[in-house]
Nanobody
Framework: QVQLVESGGGLVQTGGSLRISCTASARTWRNTVMAWFRQAPGKERKFVAL????????HYADSMEGRFTISDDSAKNTIYLQMNSLTPEDTAVYYCASGTSVSRAPTQFTYWGQGTQVTVAS
């Protein structure tokens, strides 16, 4: 079993930046792929970005590429999501997820964190 704990969410003004983190309790063959998803109120959970430990590959949702950057610190079992040029449309609960598939589908990820709220004020 792998536990994921997110942190770093909060309130930011439009145009601002925020970095959120996700720390895994372990790195095993079960969680070689790490991802961020987000879910706005009343909407489906959507893919944001994913990476492998060591950054061998990264993938972004089209609307996030160029504004968001996913990275990892393998020594700390932690991934990050640096978010820039934030708008109110980025307001959501951001979830960390891990698994073994390079996929944008939430169903392909086995482990999930509890989520961290990001609110962008207009």
């Amino acid at each position: 079993q792998v536990q994921l704990v997110e942190s770093g969410g909060g309130l930011v003004q439009t145009g601002g930046s925020l970095r959120i983190s996700c720390t895994a309790s372990a790195r095993t063959w079960r969680n070689t792929v790490m991802a961020w998803f987000r879910q706005a109120p009343g909407k489906e959970r959507k893919f944001v970005a994913l990476t492998s430990w060591g950054g061998e590959f990264t993938h972004y949702a089209d609307s996030m590429e160029g504004r968001f950057t996913i990275s990892d610190d393998s020594a700390k079992n932690t991934i990050y999501l640096q978010m820039n040029s934030l708008t109110p449309e980025d307001t959501a609960v951001y979830y960390c997820a891990s698994g073994t598939s390079v996929s944008r589908a939430p169903t392909q990820f086995t482990y999930w964190g509890q989520g961290t709220q990001v609110t962008v004020a207009s």
